[in-house]
């Protein structure tokens, strides 16, 4: 059989000088990743979420986004990250906050209004489709644990996928890692300072064990996920599980000593050995250009201050009021 490639790409959240902040070297790398991904010339793109800074309050963001993967010329899918829509459902509130009065973690649960709004511009919740005798599936993993409508329509989906025949190969596309260490550990306290990125990072129980059955109803060969920006490759349960790079900023460096937060994307070649996957780091790293402005992590709409934004365009729009999901 010929061989070919697909490519996986995650976490490249551009941001947009028209927002209330802007790390302009996010742009310079995923222009760079964009020349590459072109130049690797794979048959199928997939997108791991993160596709935007703030698309979860930015229309905007994401329709930019959606025309550069448009004009990359490659047959693409998506599956949202939580800067996209929300995040994954927490009850109580994090430990780790700077300031409380800029962070509300209960506030950022993810909503079946920005589920609806992120499928406008991508498409579907959670997709499947065979290519070359590979199935790839993606869903939306910030639903699970959620009890929204969207996760109980996601399970349904689920069910039927654990009844088709099986492909030779299937790999699963979704955000956040399914795990940290290992598939069966407990639930991380996020109001545990030490524990809080464990948590951040990872899906709590039972939807995390549901998952895992899935993977393993479905014959799952891989399971890509994206979130932490940090690379790494591990087997559990006879599957396996790549964490993907960024092509934005590197995390988490030593949280493994196998992790490695180096900027960059994954080539899969599929052969007649199987799937094999290769680092491709960005050639070209800008590590800062121009000057960024603007709060980092997750604030509260009275923390941003588009007044500061390079582009006044979006701002002169919203007249100072808190931008809405119904903005343009
Ligand atoms: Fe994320």
Redesign the pocket.
Known sequence: MDSWRFVHVA?MQPGSPKSFRYLPQLTENWRAAQRQIRAAAPEVLLVG??LTRDGNVHRFEMEEMRADLDGLGVPYRVVP???DTGNKHIRVAGCHRRNPQQYDDVGLNVTSAQLRNFAEVFGPLQWSFDHRGVRFSGFTDMVVNSGLPEEDAFWRWAEEQARRPRARHHIWVM?YALFVERPDEPDWDPTQPEHYHDWYFSVDRPGRGRLMDLFQSTGATLVIS??IHCRRALVADGIRFDYAPSTSFGQWAGRWPDGDPALGFMVYTVSADGIAGRFEPLREVVQAVGEPYGVGGHPLPAARDYGMAWDPSYARTLNGRVPTLQDP
């Open positions: 976490d979420g993160d990250g939580n800067m955000h994206g979130h």
